[in-house]
Every structure is written in C-alpha cells, then in structure tokens.
Nanobody, 125 residues
Framework: QVQLVESGGGLVQAGGSLTLSCAAS????????MGWFRQAPEKEREFVAA????????FYSDSVKGRFTISRDNAKNTVYLIMNSVKPEDTTVYYC??????????????????WGQGTQVTVSS
C-alpha cells in the first residue's frame, strides 16, 4: 500500500521558518517528479513547488519563489519543503503528491496520483 505521510507543520511567527517532510512508503518514487501543493478551505488546490526525479531541477509558484526550497532524499524516499520568511498568507494545509507517470505537467494537481493527508501550517502575524 502506497502512503505519503507529511510532517513538520505547526504554528510559526511571520518571518520565521518551518520545514515540512513527506515520507513515502510502499513504492519508490526516485524516478518521478514530486510536488507540494496547498489548499485553503473552499479554494482550489494550489501548486507550491516540484522537484525532478534526481533533484537537479526545481520549480516554484511565484508566491513562494525565493522563500521556499524543495529538496529530496531518494535514499530515504522523502521530499522536503523548507519554508523561510513565511507570511500569514502561507497559512493553510500543505500536501505532498506523487505521480505514476514520469512526464507530467507538474503544476496541475490532476497529474498526481498519490497524496498525503496534509499538514497544517499556521503563520501568526
């Protein structure tokens, strides 16, 4: 059974930092893009960041570019989202995602097949 389990969410002050982790089990995702998304209540799931299978290429939404860093450790089957200079508008639930195809449009949530349960990030002003 494939599982993605996020951790690391919590409460942080504006301007602070937080690191989210996503541990995959049940299969290896070392050959696939991995992504992070976020979703606020009653809003569509929003692309945050993605990373190529080997970690050499990273992609970010404009809203987090320069503040967030995505990385991965394929030996641990884990992907990370390092959140720096967080803002109150970063408050929401964050999800990691994995596809079953190697070539996808990484910004579209419909391209991913596995999702974690989400982890809440709350940024206080």
């Amino acid at each position: 059974q494939v599982q993605l389990v996020e951790s690391g969410g919590g409460l942080v002050q504006a301007g602070g930092s937080l690191t989210l982790s996503c541990a995959a089990s049940g299969r290896s995702f070392s050959d696939y893009v991995m992504g992070w998304f976020r979703q606020a209540p009653e809003k569509e799931r929003e692309f945050v960041a993605a990373i190529s299978y080997n970690g050499r290429s990273t992609f970010y939404s404009d809203s987090v570019k320069g503040r967030f860093t995505i990385s991965r450790d394929n030996a641990k089957n884990t992907v990370y989202l390092i959140m720096n200079s967080v803002k109150p508008e970063d408050t929401t639930v964050y999800y990691c995602a994995a596809p079953t195809r190697r070539f996808i449009n990484y910004v579209l949530p419909t391209q991913y097949d596995y999702w974690g349960q989400g982890t809440q990030v709350t940024v206080s002003s």
